[in-house]
């Protein structure tokens, strides 16, 4: 089991920087940059990639929709050269609110899109003269739809590698059987230990009986806030994840449109899920916070004495958890991940 880290991109990069630095040195061996509506996480990567030597360094993730799937690909490419061979590609649809609303660009096809965009990647990395004939692109462009002057090329470049690590942020029954037939990584959010074979496990055996024996066992990417304390103290850091279930759950979509919601239902908390999104949606999010269920604050957080915390990191990995993601909680936070480094060692 590896350690990996979702790392600041909504501050100062170059303080990422100098952070990035001291948390591979303590032992986390991938770190994770988001791109939302902030600064991209593709220059923050590029600079990470100076300052680090041993860290892989990962997109989680760069939505499908805002990049071509060649560009995706170059920039992989760059990326991975950059770093030495130390890049993930991750990649995920993001959502609605933020792909028609800071993008401006229709959410359709999400699936299809994904698939067909992992399939030019490879052959861009290949370097492979790219065609291709999808629902979603064309490459070339047909000629009816533009000048009709476009040509089939291959990348300039002599990649890296050739097979740089696709992992894919999904949630629904479909999405998670293409991850688990194609993909090298998947990362799933609010991933419930205890919970999680109810809700994906038949979708990703369908994908897994598909997958391309070519490709390594996929991997997968979930965790959650680590801290050794005492009991009154676990109960306040536990509690302070209210916050983003709250979020998600409640307010990131519209009623049967929001995909955290559907999750909460697959785990059993079918009245919890319905309770906190009405809340959310008529802006009593403390209340919808508070409906949170107390039994996945509880199982999803790595919080408590150091009996509890082991007993919870033992459950990821027996959920299938190949690279452990962790938000370090107290003051010591690079001896935490220090201990934590022995412990998965």
């Not at 986390?28 to 220059?43: H, K, Q, R, T």
């Amino acid at each position: 089991m590896k350690l990996s880290m979702t790392l600041n991109y909504s501050g100062d990069p170059r303080a990422a920087g100098d952070d990035a630095a001291d948390l591979e040195r303590a032992g986390i061996d991938v770190g994770w940059v988001a791109e939302l509506y902030s600064f991209d996480a593709v220059s923050i990567l590029g600079y990470l990639a100076a300052k680090t030597e041993t860290m892989e360094l990962g997109s989680a993730i760069l939505p499908i929709y805002s990049r071509t799937p060649t560009l995706t690909a170059m920039t992989a490419a760059g990326l991975d050269a950059v770093s030495d061979g130390r890049f993930i590609l991750g990649l995920g649809a993001s959502g609605p609110q933020v792909i028609e609303g800071w993008h401006g660009l229709p959410y359709d096809k999400p699936i299809g899109r994904q698939k067909e965009i992992i399939e030019i990647c490879r052959k861009v990395w290949a370097r492979e003269v790219v065609t291709h004939d999808g629902d979603s692109y064309q490459l070339p462009l047909p000629p009816d739809q533009g000048t009709g002057l476009g040509k089939p090329l291959k990348l300039i470049n002599h990649p890296k590698r050739a097979d740089i690590p696709i992992y894919i942020a999904s949630l629904g029954p479909k999405n998670v059987e293409i991850t688990a037939e194609m993909a090298d990584g998947w990362i799933p959010v609010f991933f419930h230990p205890d919970k999680a074979d109810q809700v994906w496990g038949e979708d990703l055996a369908k994908g897994a009986a598909n997958r391309d024996p070519s490709l390594p066992p996929m991997s997968i990417v979930a965790g959650g806030t680590v801290a050794i304390c005492d009991e009154e103290q676990a109960t306040k850091i536990r509690d302070a994840g209210r916050f983003m279930a709250a979020l998600y759950v409640g307010g990131m979509g519209a009623k049967g449109k929001n995909f955290y919601n559907n999750i909460f239902r697959k785990y059993g908390y079918e009245e919890e899920a319905e309770k906190i999104q009405d809340l959310y949606l008529a802006g009593k999010k403390e209340e919808a916070m508070a409906a949170v269920p107390q039994d996945f604050l509880d199982a999803t957080a790595m919080v408590g004495d150091e009996g509890f915390v082991r007993e919870r990191i033992e459950a990821y990995q027996t959920a299938g958890v190949t690279h452990l993601s962790i938000q370090p909680a107290g003051a010591d936070r690079l001896g935490l991940i220090e201990k934590l480094k022995g412990w998965i060692s």
